[in-house]
């Protein structure tokens, strides 16, 4: 199980990856623009760049962020309940997100075709939507991978 374990946290770190580099490139962009802006030549589309690779950003963030536990934990009512309590809660809450993550990523997938088969693009760039919704899509999937890990983790005692 560690060597699925090791795959998913190396997955997750180079959509981390993608996403950091995603958010140099808008940081980038931005300042660019802005600079241009003053000397009375803007980049055209920056707004709908920034806002399709935002997306991103966030998107490829959410498996290692899950992974590391780094998200906001309110746990004054959690650390009160004994262990067995404790495990039964991280389970429920896991298996909820990954029904959830499912969904939504099943959702794009199926955002994403259609897209593709309308031709929909960006007004000003005419850049493409449907390769973003299957980037948003394949991220819930892996961030349902990282919460089965979870689960693996509290049932054999090794999670925290």
């Not at 958010?23 to 300042?31: A, E, I, W």
């Not at 009375?40 to 959410?62: D, N, Q, S």
């Not at 390769?131 to 394949?138: D, F």
Request: proline residues 4%.
């Amino acid at each position: 199980m560690e060597a699925v374990f090791g795959v998913v946290e190396r997955i997750s770190t180079w959509m981390q990856a993608i996403s950091c580099t995603a958010l140099t490139f808008v940081m980038l962009l931005t300042v660019t623009d802005v600079g241009l802006r003053l000397l009375g030549h803007p980049i055209v589309g920056t707004y709908e760049i920034v806002g399709l690779v935002g997306a991103l950003v966030i998107a490829f963030a959410i498996p290692i962020t899950s992974w590391i536990r780094g998200h906001i934990f309110v746990d004054f009512f959690y650390l009160k309940c004994p262990k067995p309590v404790q495990d039964g809660l991280n389970i429920a809450t896991r298996v909820v997100s990954i029904a959830l993550f499912l969904a939504i990523g099943w959702n794009m997938f199926a955002v994403a075709g259609d897209l593709y088969a309308a031709g929909e693009v960006t007004l000003t760039r005419h850049l493409p939507f449907y390769p973003i919704a299957y980037g948003l899509g394949a991220c819930c999937f892996m961030e349902c991978f990282v919460l089965l890990c979870d689960i693996v983790k509290v049932i054999g005692g090794k999670y925290e």
